[in-house]
């Protein structure tokens, strides 16, 4: 390596993680593994970078060496995995999330990331069967509701569909002011506006994820599929407002 390459390595010798994602980070962060092998920070920074730049499938031998050095974590998992699915590269994550609900069988957010992968290959009968564990080990867990309900929807059980955003409206509406800036809460709420036809609510919460997040908010085709049947009865409509604390 040269003394140039030696002298950028050691700039982000604490992480590579402040570059912006594309080649020249994956470069870096690669060389980062190479000048410290055993180091488990530049072998995860070096994994997400792969993983959040379309590069799924390049991940999986640096994944397994930080596994060898420091063990399996939910915590690898879970943010390997969502990078994974931010990058859209799904069946790689639903081998990752297979795994994780392998390993912590009462973890309630990992067969819902799981049913994410599912729903991201289309493969709607998996993504509700892995829902269904996610809300059963957590009842609460609302966007596993919401996403049940869009898997549900395509397989024409438009009843249980329905009951399940009943539940996700409540629990995200009594947590969205402190996940004002969390997309998936505003998709929730606005497929779930959507379906029972209360089109000016799904399109500004449909707004607001928009201003969010506009990539994030477009990731589900069949739940955008809905919102969109709202915009052509109302037209486009402001953002929702967000909460204020009382």
């Known amino acids: 390596m040269s003394r140039l390459g030696h002298e950028t390595v050691r700039s982000f010798a604490e992480s590579c993680a402040p570059l912006d994602d594309g080649d020249p980070k994956i470069e870096v962060c690669r060389r980062m593994v190479e000048a410290q092998p055993r180091n488990p920070e530049a072998l995860r920074q070096y994994v997400l970078a792969l993983a959040r730049f379309y590069r799924a499938r390049d991940p999986w031998k640096p994944l397994s060496e930080l596994f060898a050095l420091e063990g399996e974590r939910p915590s690898t998992y879970g943010e390997v995995g969502a990078a994974m699915l931010g990058a859209r590269q799904f069946d790689d994550a639903r081998k990752l999330f297979e795994r994780a609900t392998a390993l912590w069988p009462a973890d309630p957010t990992t067969p819902y ?134």
Do not use: M, N
């Open 113 to 246: 990331h799981l049913g994410r992968a599912h729903l991201g290959l289309h493969a709607f009968g998996p993504a509700a069967d892995a829902f269904a564990v996610a809300v059963r080990l957590d009842s609460t867990l609302a966007d596993a509701h919401a996403y049940s309900a869009v898997a549900l929807a395509q397989l024409g059980r438009l009843d249980d569909s329905r009951r399940h955003c009943a539940i996700a409206t409540r629990y995200l509406e009594a947590a969205l002011v402190d996940r004002v800036a969390d997309v998936d809460a505003w998709l929730g709420l606005a497929y779930c506006a959507g379906i029972v036809a209360r089109d000016r609510e799904a399109v500004s919460c449909f707004e607001r994820a928009l201003a969010i997040d506009a990539s994030g908010a477009r990731a589900t085709p069949e739940l955008v599929d809905v919102i969109k049947t709202s915009y052509g009865a109302v037209g486009r409509q402001p953002p929702a407002p967000l909460p204020q604390r009382p």
